[in-house]
T-cell receptor
Framework: DAKTTQPPSMDCAEGRAANLPCNHS???????VYWYRQIHSQGPQYIIHGLKNNETNEMASLIITEDRKSSTLILPHATLRDTAVYYCIVRAPRSNDYKLSFGAGTTVTVRA | NAGVTQTPKFRVLKTGQSMTLLCAQD?????MYWYRQDPGMGLRLIHYSVGEGTTAKGEVPDGYNVSRLKKQNFLLGLESAAPSQTSVYFC??????????????FGPGTRLTVT
Protein backbone atom coordinates (compact mmCIF):
# COMPACT_ATOMS: atom_id res chain seq x y z
CA ASP A 1 0.00 0.00 0.00
CA ALA A 2 1.17 3.51 -0.77
CA LYS A 3 2.79 5.49 2.02
CA THR A 4 0.92 8.54 3.29
CA THR A 5 2.28 11.74 4.77
CA GLN A 6 0.24 14.02 7.02
CA PRO A 7 1.18 17.08 9.07
CA PRO A 8 1.61 16.11 12.73
CA SER A 9 -0.78 18.72 14.07
CA MET A 10 -3.06 21.58 13.18
CA ASP A 11 -5.39 23.97 14.93
CA CYS A 12 -8.79 25.08 13.74
CA ALA A 13 -11.27 27.66 14.96
CA GLU A 14 -14.70 26.43 15.97
CA GLY A 15 -17.25 27.03 13.23
CA ARG A 16 -14.64 27.31 10.51
CA ALA A 17 -13.79 24.71 7.89
CA ALA A 18 -10.90 22.39 8.71
CA ASN A 19 -8.83 21.29 5.71
CA LEU A 20 -6.66 18.26 6.42
CA PRO A 21 -4.06 17.40 3.78
CA CYS A 22 -2.64 14.00 2.97
CA ASN A 23 0.12 13.21 0.50
CA HIS A 24 0.17 9.81 -1.22
CA SER A 25 2.41 10.39 -4.20
CA UNK A 26 3.06 6.69 -4.88
CA UNK A 27 -0.62 5.68 -4.97
CA UNK A 28 -1.50 3.12 -7.62
CA UNK A 29 -4.60 2.93 -9.76
CA UNK A 30 -6.56 0.46 -7.67
CA UNK A 31 -5.85 2.04 -4.27
CA UNK A 32 -8.55 3.90 -2.39
CA VAL A 33 -8.04 6.76 0.08
CA TYR A 34 -9.73 6.27 3.46
CA TRP A 35 -10.04 8.69 6.34
CA TYR A 36 -10.60 7.76 9.94
CA ARG A 37 -10.39 9.65 13.19
CA GLN A 38 -9.92 8.66 16.79
CA ILE A 39 -11.18 10.84 19.58
CA HIS A 40 -9.32 10.36 22.84
CA SER A 41 -10.26 7.11 24.62
CA GLN A 42 -12.77 6.14 21.94
CA GLY A 43 -12.73 3.64 19.10
CA PRO A 44 -11.59 4.70 15.64
CA GLN A 45 -14.36 6.21 13.52
CA TYR A 46 -14.68 5.80 9.76
CA ILE A 47 -15.24 9.14 8.02
CA ILE A 48 -15.15 8.75 4.24
CA HIS A 49 -13.31 7.10 1.36
CA GLY A 50 -12.85 7.57 -2.36
CA LEU A 51 -11.00 6.38 -5.44
CA LYS A 52 -10.73 9.35 -7.76
CA ASN A 53 -13.92 11.37 -7.61
CA ASN A 54 -14.64 13.84 -4.86
CA GLU A 55 -16.92 12.41 -2.20
CA THR A 56 -19.21 14.00 0.37
CA ASN A 57 -21.22 12.56 3.23
CA GLU A 58 -22.84 13.91 6.35
CA MET A 59 -19.51 14.14 8.16
CA ALA A 60 -17.05 15.50 5.62
CA SER A 61 -15.92 16.01 2.05
CA LEU A 62 -12.97 14.31 0.40
CA ILE A 63 -11.18 16.09 -2.40
CA ILE A 64 -8.72 13.98 -4.42
CA THR A 65 -6.43 15.73 -6.89
CA GLU A 66 -6.66 14.76 -10.53
CA ASP A 67 -3.30 12.97 -10.43
CA ARG A 68 -4.42 11.29 -7.15
CA LYS A 69 -1.10 12.09 -5.48
CA SER A 70 -2.76 13.99 -2.66
CA SER A 71 -6.12 14.52 -1.02
CA THR A 72 -7.81 16.85 1.43
CA LEU A 73 -10.41 16.00 4.04
CA ILE A 74 -12.72 18.92 4.71
CA LEU A 75 -14.75 19.24 7.90
CA PRO A 76 -17.10 22.04 6.83
CA HIS A 77 -17.98 23.51 10.23
CA ALA A 78 -15.58 22.25 12.89
CA THR A 79 -16.89 21.84 16.43
CA LEU A 80 -15.04 21.14 19.67
CA ARG A 81 -16.15 17.50 19.34
CA ASP A 82 -14.07 17.22 16.15
CA THR A 83 -10.86 17.43 18.19
CA ALA A 84 -9.19 14.10 17.41
CA VAL A 85 -6.35 12.38 15.61
CA TYR A 86 -7.18 12.04 11.90
CA TYR A 87 -5.69 9.24 9.82
CA CYS A 88 -5.34 9.03 6.07
CA ILE A 89 -4.93 5.46 4.81
CA VAL A 90 -4.41 4.14 1.31
CA ARG A 91 -5.58 0.56 0.65
CA ALA A 92 -6.19 -1.61 -2.38
CA PRO A 93 -8.94 -4.22 -2.00
CA ARG A 94 -7.30 -7.59 -1.40
CA SER A 95 -8.76 -10.88 -0.27
CA ASN A 96 -7.57 -12.20 3.09
CA ASP A 97 -6.00 -8.88 4.04
CA TYR A 98 -8.44 -6.61 5.79
CA LYS A 99 -6.34 -5.04 8.49
CA LEU A 100 -6.25 -1.29 8.94
CA SER A 101 -2.92 0.24 9.90
CA PHE A 102 -2.90 3.77 11.19
CA GLY A 103 0.21 5.90 10.93
CA ALA A 104 0.92 8.88 13.15
CA GLY A 105 -1.96 10.92 11.75
CA THR A 106 -2.75 14.60 12.27
CA THR A 107 -3.76 15.78 15.72
CA VAL A 108 -6.49 18.34 15.12
CA THR A 109 -7.38 20.71 17.92
CA VAL A 110 -10.53 22.77 17.47
CA ARG A 111 -10.43 25.90 19.59
CA ALA A 112 -13.41 27.96 20.76
CA ASN B 1 -29.09 1.42 15.50
CA ALA B 2 -26.61 0.68 18.27
CA GLY B 3 -23.85 -0.01 15.75
CA VAL B 4 -21.04 -2.06 17.29
CA THR B 5 -21.22 -2.78 21.00
CA GLN B 6 -18.64 -4.44 23.23
CA THR B 7 -18.95 -6.12 26.60
CA PRO B 8 -17.40 -5.52 29.11
CA LYS B 9 -16.00 -1.99 28.98
CA PHE B 10 -13.32 -2.62 31.61
CA ARG B 11 -11.82 -5.74 33.15
CA VAL B 12 -8.93 -6.62 35.44
CA LEU B 13 -7.62 -10.17 35.32
CA LYS B 14 -4.93 -12.00 37.20
CA THR B 15 -2.28 -13.86 35.21
CA GLY B 16 -3.61 -17.24 34.13
CA GLN B 17 -7.28 -16.35 34.34
CA SER B 18 -9.54 -16.64 31.30
CA MET B 19 -12.23 -14.40 29.91
CA THR B 20 -14.38 -13.79 26.87
CA LEU B 21 -15.00 -10.44 25.22
CA LEU B 22 -18.29 -10.11 23.38
CA CYS B 23 -18.86 -8.01 20.28
CA ALA B 24 -22.25 -7.46 18.70
CA GLN B 25 -23.26 -5.51 15.58
CA ASP B 26 -26.69 -4.68 14.22
CA UNK B 27 -25.67 -3.47 10.75
CA UNK B 28 -25.94 -6.90 9.08
CA UNK B 29 -22.23 -6.76 8.24
CA UNK B 30 -20.59 -9.89 6.88
CA UNK B 31 -17.09 -9.17 8.15
CA MET B 32 -16.01 -8.71 11.75
CA TYR B 33 -12.61 -8.01 13.32
CA TRP B 34 -10.79 -7.93 16.64
CA TYR B 35 -7.92 -5.45 17.08
CA ARG B 36 -5.76 -4.50 20.00
CA GLN B 37 -4.28 -1.05 20.49
CA ASP B 38 -1.25 -0.45 22.68
CA PRO B 39 0.35 2.94 23.31
CA GLY B 40 2.85 3.66 20.56
CA MET B 41 1.99 0.46 18.66
CA GLY B 42 -1.11 1.46 16.73
CA LEU B 43 -3.86 -0.97 15.83
CA ARG B 44 -2.98 -4.63 15.36
CA LEU B 45 -5.40 -7.18 13.94
CA ILE B 46 -5.83 -10.24 16.13
CA HIS B 47 -8.43 -12.33 14.28
CA TYR B 48 -11.17 -11.69 11.80
CA SER B 49 -14.21 -13.40 10.32
CA VAL B 50 -15.63 -13.16 6.81
CA GLY B 51 -18.87 -14.88 7.70
CA GLU B 52 -20.83 -16.89 10.21
CA GLY B 53 -18.90 -19.99 11.21
CA THR B 54 -15.58 -18.82 9.72
CA THR B 55 -12.57 -17.21 11.39
CA ALA B 56 -9.02 -16.41 10.35
CA LYS B 57 -5.80 -15.28 12.00
CA GLY B 58 -4.60 -11.71 11.82
CA GLU B 59 -1.20 -10.26 12.70
CA VAL B 60 -1.08 -11.19 16.40
CA PRO B 61 -3.31 -14.25 17.02
CA ASP B 62 -1.25 -16.06 19.65
CA GLY B 63 -2.94 -16.38 23.03
CA TYR B 64 -6.41 -15.63 21.64
CA ASN B 65 -9.27 -17.66 20.21
CA VAL B 66 -12.41 -16.47 18.47
CA SER B 67 -15.80 -17.76 17.47
CA ARG B 68 -18.55 -16.49 15.16
CA LEU B 69 -21.54 -18.69 15.79
CA LYS B 70 -24.02 -15.99 14.79
CA LYS B 71 -23.60 -13.36 12.10
CA GLN B 72 -24.09 -10.51 14.53
CA ASN B 73 -21.72 -11.72 17.25
CA PHE B 74 -17.94 -12.18 17.39
CA LEU B 75 -16.34 -13.49 20.57
CA LEU B 76 -12.71 -13.10 21.60
CA GLY B 77 -11.35 -15.48 24.22
CA LEU B 78 -8.24 -15.34 26.34
CA GLU B 79 -7.57 -18.81 27.70
CA SER B 80 -4.71 -17.95 30.06
CA ALA B 81 -4.20 -14.22 30.39
CA ALA B 82 -0.69 -12.77 30.48
CA PRO B 83 0.47 -9.24 31.40
CA SER B 84 1.48 -8.75 27.74
CA GLN B 85 -2.21 -8.89 26.88
CA THR B 86 -2.90 -5.71 28.81
CA SER B 87 -4.35 -3.50 26.10
CA VAL B 88 -7.44 -1.84 24.69
CA TYR B 89 -9.41 -4.24 22.51
CA PHE B 90 -11.57 -2.98 19.68
CA CYS B 91 -14.10 -4.91 17.69
CA UNK B 92 -15.08 -3.71 14.22
CA UNK B 93 -17.39 -4.79 11.42
CA UNK B 94 -17.76 -4.04 7.72
CA UNK B 95 -19.51 -4.99 4.52
CA UNK B 96 -17.87 -7.58 2.31
CA UNK B 97 -17.80 -5.58 -0.94
CA UNK B 98 -14.25 -4.89 -2.16
CA UNK B 99 -13.51 -1.34 -1.10
CA UNK B 100 -16.09 -1.36 1.66
CA UNK B 101 -14.17 -4.02 3.59
CA UNK B 102 -11.93 -1.17 4.75
CA UNK B 103 -14.94 0.93 5.78
CA UNK B 104 -14.86 -0.52 9.25
CA UNK B 105 -17.11 0.49 12.12
CA PHE B 106 -15.57 0.18 15.54
CA GLY B 107 -16.97 -0.45 18.98
CA PRO B 108 -16.08 1.65 22.04
CA GLY B 109 -13.38 -0.74 23.23
CA THR B 110 -12.65 -2.96 26.22
CA ARG B 111 -9.85 -1.86 28.51
CA LEU B 112 -8.18 -4.99 29.87
CA THR B 113 -5.50 -5.04 32.54
CA VAL B 114 -3.71 -8.27 33.41
CA THR B 115 -1.79 -8.20 36.69
Amino acid sequence: DAKTTQPPSMDCAEGRAANLPCNHSTISGNEYVYWYRQIHSQGPQYIIHGLKNNETNEMASLIITEDRKSSTLILPHATLRDTAVYYCIVRAPRSNDYKLSFGAGTTVTVRA
Amino acid sequence: NAGVTQTPKFRVLKTGQSMTLLCAQDMNHEYMYWYRQDPGMGLRLIHYSVGEGTTAKGEVPDGYNVSRLKKQNFLLGLESAAPSQTSVYFCASSYSLRDRAYEQYFGPGTRLTVT
